[in-house]
């Protein structure tokens, strides 16, 4: 009987499923949005929002400590940058909830159900970039229109 044993186990030992969930948890940051199948979006999910609600420390002396748990737990400098430079300030009026998981499909190789674990406001972020892009090649198109 499992009683008291709450997580996932994944099918791994202690050290790779620590690994694993990291690699996922960095990527989430740095992405946006990934994709694998659903107990290993449904595990990484709650680490996320922890690592979220590190980025979302006000004071001073709070934001550098909690700096230093996420850089702790993430992989990369970078991705420890994205967190409170853009991540953080961009999930402060929310209170939680900062990813979801949405069910994408079935992996073509062993069949195994995949899904997308994101920020929720990912597709806001990428709606903004596909909009600025248009934008720009609109622009392009009207100056080289005048010029030519």
């Known amino acids: 009987m499992r009683h008291n044993k709450a997580g996932f186990k994944l099918k791994r030992d202690v050290s790779a499923r ?11 940051i740095l992405e ?6 659903v107990p290993k979006a449904k595990a990484a999910k709650p680490i996320v929002d922890q690592i979220i609600t590190l980025a979302k420390r006000e004071k001073k002396e709070e934001q550098l400590h909690a700096r230093r748990q996420a850089a702790s737990y993430l992989l990369t400098p970078a991705s420890v940058q994205k967190l ?6 961009s999930m402060a009026t929310r209170n939680g909830g900062y990813t979801r998981v949405v069910r994408v499909g079935f992996r073509k190789g062993d069949g195994a159900e995949t899904a997308a674990l994101e920020l929720v406001n990912y597709e806001l972020v990428r709606r903004a970039v596909d909009r600025a892009k248009r934008r ?6 009207l100056q080289e229109g005048r010029e030519g």
């Not at 620590?18 to 989430?28: E, F, G, I, Q, Y």
């Not at 409170?84 to 300030?89: A, E």
């Open 32 to 37: 946006g949005r990934i994709i694998t199948t």
């Open 84 to 89: 409170f430079d853009k991540v953080g300030p």
């Open 136 to 141: 720009e090649e609109k622009l392009k198109a």
């Open 18 to 28: 620590r690994a694993l969930l990291r690699n996922l948890v960095t990527s989430v």
